[in-house]
């Protein structure tokens, strides 16, 4: 307030820009922004006199955009801690996040939440945390923690804490289910935001909508929606799954003031690929959204939503100077970023130091199985006088396709079922973190040796693991454990790849490119496992998401065996 | 949620409704709307089936769009309590209010609050209230209640209250008040919204935007308003003062999301006359925007600058049923209103009864004068050995218009500084409502008889009076007091005209067309006092406005004399 008054001169002073007024949708020119705290004091036409202490930035005509801002996010996704995650993304413009955390709480609950705050104090990227509805995921599942009404009450509390995110579990939603529905509640009474997921249709879209949601991180087309949005339904684009409904959305010349944009998952090497959220804007810009509004969708829009206006999402007086600096907008090139009104990066690289901090006691050793598991323990046992049995076999894709299991003749040896490799049907597994149980059945994968384990299993993140040999099975799971979390590749007993991830079991905070290159073996060891690669070119990242248990999922493996989610009914594996 | 899957019949279906989508700034045709419980259960494309008891409304093609959401309003403007107004403004589509609660706080306090609340328990209008920020509106003047962070804090936690209302001395902010500072504070804490007042000019619009405010109700022309907009400000436009802005907004071809609509104040007689925001969107409309724009403007606009989205402002699951139906949207008729489920008025006629509730005991009696007042107390004293004194005297519109006081000069008489009835200049006091103080300066206002009293005073809401005698002025603040609060017109000891307003001084719950009577007849009978007629046709309604101390306002009167409220300087009556 003093330094708009011109009573004290602001720290920084930007001239000659070009200001991306994403109030009005209209480029601003001749407006000089004076920075004082790390936040935006004024936007002035007239110079403002500077101080001794005044640095002043030469914006040479460069467009000045809103520092950008995901609306739905999991830093999780990355592997990598969120300040190693900072280091980045900011070069890329991200400099808020709307964190959604259940992947963190199912292991740790509200701590996780704790270390993600914590993690964001004195950094440049805000994190903003969406308080996870789904601790657990679903109630037929096991996760290390549990978030209810009263929990979640508690959690709304902590400063940085911006909603509850993303309800996903429609069947204990249409259901009526108490945990659920009182972690919604505390949300509404909060006065903070309730996330949701997936892109149901109607009815499920209204009863979705009726329980209190007010969003969701959209893939689909412009049909689906419009369907959502004119429901009321904000809507968080995931540009590269979205591009028909962007060009639909266009075309209808709809408002946008109900639309943003999410990056939602992304792994580290990824990020060093395509980008973060200024990929996902380009994507819009490229399929027909003029760049104003484009640039609208990733910083006001999403900021509103949130309720965060005040904070972030626009230049202008009280909000923090995340400013991005651009010389064109149709290519949306990020040439500059300034973060709390320090440059942070400049041509995608980082320019200042973001120390990383030793991670807290409270978010290492999170996996602590009672003892170390033997082969014996992923037997299958039936009557020792049955030579074969029927078993309901999951492929690769099922779980988001709507599609009962097949079944497929297996071969009994001494009471033991025992997997086809010639067929590809493999073990899997997903063991408890905290070793109090084992979920089994048969998966066509086509791994012929070996095994792979990993303490990544959206979203409860207990273990899961792939096998060709249940001793090798019974290596990998413990392998994981000794790490404190990770990922690793076994093969005749010896470990062909590994990337421990201590954090929580989810993450590290080791710089990128040793994080990358480790990912990479990971996966590349796991592929010659796997001739055919029904888990795709890269297996350890489809694994992680291939026992997902939300919404449109159906029959899934989880630590309590396969469940058919829809209707909470378990299902046979064996008969 | 039931409902919507086709669990649970709906309570009402409207069908053969054209949807005016707020969302996304379209018509949809070929919608049903479920009703449920009072809340809007889904939108679907197929025919919901209905239960025995559902009642199926055929909306013949009329337009449906959601319930006119006024940003920022004051009911106590109206002299109706809140259930009295509903019966009034209801018929003209308003289903929800935002209510800024200065009027009623200054005398209150937090009680003010709960009756507005409590009044609005049941009633088809949502009342949300903006907590007073403005009392004492100035730290210059003494209110009947104190509203620091503190109070701030506690009233903020009631559920209805939306945030702060309306930030408006601008001199204890820029100053750095500490009460008014620790308000605005616990506004943002709370994670609601902090409003503004005014339409300041850089650099004083970015001092203003920096310490938190986030809107401001408008008046003015377009360059003002896109000053503002780009700096982050929600503009709540009066269309009616900002039809030139409009008209300009409009051809700049801006996007309206950070645009919204109120009526701010407005006397009874006058929304009888004119309307209510009704009138307002008819204006917006008039003066070139597209209609289902201006809808969003007084929709959904308003509703997601509250953070209340999730309520109110669009047709939508899980809000409540507020839906106006409209044969033509250019000219803006509303036939039609449903509030919660339920219609309400047809045709600009209330078709259900909304009871008045004897209003509760901390809301009556609020003026108690220690003794009454005798015509000695109004002299104004100076050494009796003075023939003649000069006067710093205020003219009727001085207060809005940045102008020192004229100087006069008065005959003295055995003391005593006398008016100069002649010349139009009468004496004006104002009175504390506990007594406890009394502030009195010289105005050329032009009665030539009596006095008019009344304990509307915006902000404080203390008692002014305006007379050309001392025993009339006297006479009309004992009325004042003895009728609990009111307005009355004395002349020669006379009562001439009077409205009681016993619900904090400011209110009254008798029926409309009563009011207006007694309205008029003050209006009428204070003219007939004032032959030149300085305070306009309707001397008594402007008498409520010129004791304003906010910002622009400069040199004023209040309870401890003239001040500057631009420096909190005291300014000299006589000498």
Chains 1, 2 share one sequence.
């Not at 509640?185 to 949701?196: N, Q, R």
């Not at 490799?421 to 040796?449: C, M, T």
Request: hydrophobic share 40%; proline share 6%; aromatic share 6%.
């Amino acid at each position: 307030m003093e330094v708009a008054l011109g009573q004290v001169p602001p720290d920084t002073i930007i001239e000659n820009g070009v200001l991306v007024d994403v109030a009005t949708r209209r480029l601003v020119d001749g407006i000089y922004v004076s920075i004082s705290g790390g936040r935006i004091a004024a936007l002035s036409k007239e110079r403002p006199k500077p101080g001794s202490e005044t640095k002043v930035i030469d914006a040479a005509g460069a467009y000045l955009a809103p520092g950008l801002v995901d609306a739905h996010y999991h830093i999780e996704s990355s592997r990598l801690s969120p300040r190693r995650h900072a280091q980045i993304t900011l070069p890329h413009g991200t400099t808020t996040l709307f964190e959604g955390s259940h992947e963190i709480c199912n292991p740790l609950g509200l701590d996780g939440v704790k270390y993600l705050l914590e993690e964001a104090k004195g950094l440049p990227q805000k994190i903003f945390v969406g308080l996870s509805s789904a601790t657990p995921p679903t109630p037929y599942e096991t996760a290390g923690a549990y978030i209810g009404g009263k929990e979640a009450t508690e959690g709304l509390k902590l400063e940085g804490v911006a909603g509850i995110d993303e309800v996903m579990d429609y069947t204990a939603l249409f259901n009526g289910e108490d945990r659920l529905h009182s972690v919604i509640e505390a949300g509404l009474a909060s006065g903070k935001v309730v996330e949701g997921h997936g892109v149901p249709s109607p009815p499920q879209a209204d009863a979705f909508l009726a329980t209190g949601v007010s969003s969701t991180h959209f893939s689909g087309d412009g049909a689906k929606a419009l369907t959502l949005l004119e429901r009321g339904c904000f809507l968080e684009l995931k540009s590269r799954d979205s591009r028909q409904a962007i060009r639909e959305l266009v075309a209808a010349g709809i408002d946008w003031q109900m639309v943003g944009m999410c990056v939602d998952d992304r792994p580290a090497e990824k990020i060093s690929q395509l980008g973060h959220l200024d990929y996902e804007l380009r994507i819009v810009i490229e399929e027909g959204l003029d760049p104003v509004t484009a640039i609208q969708l990733a910083t006001l829009n999403n900021a509103r939503h949130w309720r965060k206006e005040h904070e972030v999402g626009i230049i202008a007086p009280g909000r923090h100077a995340d400013i991005l600096f651009l010389s064109d907008l149709p290519s949306f090139k990020v040439d500059r970023v300034m973060a709390d009104g320090v440059i942070v990066a400049e041509k995608g690289k980082l320019t200042v130091d973001i120390p990383i901090r030793p991670a807290p006691i409270y978010v290492m050793n999170t996996i602590k199985l009672n003892q170390p598991l033997a082969a014996k323990d992923f037997e299958v046992k039936v009557s020792s006088d049955k030579l074969k049995v029927n078993a309901a076999v999951l492929r690769p894709y099922y779980f988001s396709a709507d599609l009962p299991p097949i079944t497929r003749e297996l071969i009994v040896e001494n009471g033991l079922v025992q997997r086809d490799l010639p067929k590809d049907i493999n073990k899997v597994a997903i063991v408890r973190r905290d070793g109090g149980g084992i979920g089994i059945s048969f998966w066509e994968l086509g791994y012929q040796h070996g095994a792979v384990a990993m303490s990544v299993l959206h979203d409860t993140h207990n273990i899961s693991v792939v096998g060709a040999t249940d001793f090798d099975m019974a290596k990998a799971v413990n392998r994981v454990a000794e790490m404190g979390g990770g990922i690793t590749v076994i093969r005749d007993g010896a470990i062909k790849a590994e990337v421990p991830l201590p954090i929580a079991g989810l993450m590290t905070d080791r710089p990128l490119p040793e994080v990358v290159a480790d990912l990479d073996r990971v996966n590349e060891e796991a592929a010659k496992l796997s001739p055919g690669k029904l888990l795709g070119p890269n297996p350890v990242d489809t694994q992680t998401f291939i026992f997902l248990t939300c919404f449109p999922w159906g029959i899934v493996l989880t630590d309590k065996g396969l469940i058919n989610v829809r209707t909470g009914q378990p299902v046979q594996t064996i008969w």
